[in-house]
């Protein structure tokens, strides 16, 4: 039986979550079983109720606002704890149209990604203003350059994962997961996927950030931070090459100046180009250590994966045996049924 969970994670969501959850189709061709996952990120208001008044199969409530990248990371554990085969990520405003949602994991049934990402297509999005289409466009273009895969609209939540391809997410930051898991899923080689997809106005402004220096702060660190931890055999060797380069320059003037026998006045010069040689080496040699951790981080993440397979496999293999092991009652009240009925048939005329 193949099975999808919608996971919504939400922080002070009543307003808009039952009609969230209402969008979601009940009924897709090629899943048996669609169920919805709400995580309540510490809310303080009725998103719990409102969650299941509106339907959700199953809520999973942090004790306080841990923020959304651990709330989606929370998220995943749970819906692969409950043996989703497949996984949709929607948000509680109602941003996404629930509707879309068979499109969105098409690819995935059909086996041709491991990820899909819904693509809003924000430069023809009435609402948004013209310096948040730039942005959007910039930032998609460095997440696709970082990742190694091309990504129409690397910050839409609207995102579709395969049990495999969810294994394998292991989100760090803070502050939100979309170009996280994407540089992490892009450098491991996913198969990464876009879909156009439909979205709705959201009229309260965003709870993730309070202006948009802040938001390309936070996201500009979790980017590098993220593609560090990959390629940093890359980063530091291009800085250490950069700074031994600027550091030949003064290097080289005093060199001439010397031979020509007014080397006296550029000591300046040799020791600025000295200074800036060896820090740039010091890059160098950190680019190497950087890059065997980077190496042993790999290893950890494989063996995390391993471990999550194992984890998830007991759990499934438990819930086949609760429902092998029934409450003593309720075997007992099955036995009366099944004897009352073969006593009233066996009263019968004969």
């Known amino acids: 039986m193949t099975k999808l969970i919608v996971q919504i994670p939400c922080f002070n969501e009543e ?19 669609v169920e919805i996952l709400v995580i309540d990120d510490g809310s303080t208001d009725r998103t719990v109720e409102v ?7 199953h809520v ?69 203003s013209p310096l948040k289409r730039l942005l959007q466009k910039f ?3 460095a ?18 994962y395969t049990r495999q391809a969810a294994m394998g ?19 491991k080689r996913r198969a990464i996927v876009s879909i156009p997809i439909r979205t709705n106005k959201v009229e309260r402004p965003s709870r993730l950030f309070r202006s948009v220096p802040q ?6 660190r979790t980017m590098l931070r993220a593609y560090a931890m990959y390629e940093p055999l890359k980063i530091f060797l291009a800085l250490g090459v950069v700074l031994m380069a600027v550091g030949m320059a003064p290097i080289v003037r005093f060199l001439v100046h010397y031979f020509l026998g007014d080397g006296a006045g550029m000591i300046q010069s040799l020791i600025l180009g ?36 194992i984890e998830y496999a007991m759990d499934e293999n438990d819930r086949r045996s609760a429902k092998k092991k029934r409450f003593p009652a309720e075997r007992l009240r099955e036995e009366l049924s099944h004897l009352k009925d073969r006593i009233g048939g066996q009263s019968g005329p004969r």
């Not at 938001?215 to 500009?220: I, P």
Request: aromatic share 6%.
């Open 139 to 141: 930032g998609s273009r």
């Open 15 to 33: 307003a808009t979550l039952a009609e969230a959850v209402g969008d979601i189709p009940r009924q897709i061709d090629g899943i048996d079983q």
């Open 60 to 128: 999973v409530s942090n004790p306080k606002n841990i923020g959304l990248a651990q709330s989606f990371q929370r998220g995943l554990d749970a819906c692969l704890s409950l043996g989703a085969d497949f996984i949709v990520n929607t948000d509680g405003d109602n941003q996404y149209c629930g509707r879309d949602i068979p499109k969105l994991i098409a690819p995935l049934i059909a086996g041709d990604a491991d990820i899909v990402v819904g693509d809003r297509r924000p430069a023809e999005i009435a609402h948004f």
């Open 143 to 160: 997440v696709s350059g970082l990742a190694g895969v091309e990504v129409a609209d690397a910050v839409s939540g609207f995102r579709a």
């Open 169 to 187: 997410v292991t989100v760090r930051s803070t502050f939100s997961y979309t170009t996280e898991t994407l540089i992490q899923a892009g450098r």
């Open 274 to 309: 000295g200074v800036l040689f060896l820090v740039g080496g010091v890059c160098a040699l950190f680019a190497l250590i950087a890059d065997l951790i980077a190496y042993n981080r790999q290893l950890l993440e494989l063996t995390l994966e391993r471990v999550r397979k």
């Open 215 to 220: 938001f390309l702060s936070r996201t500009g």
């Open 51 to 57: 969650a299941k008044a509106s339907g959700a199969d």
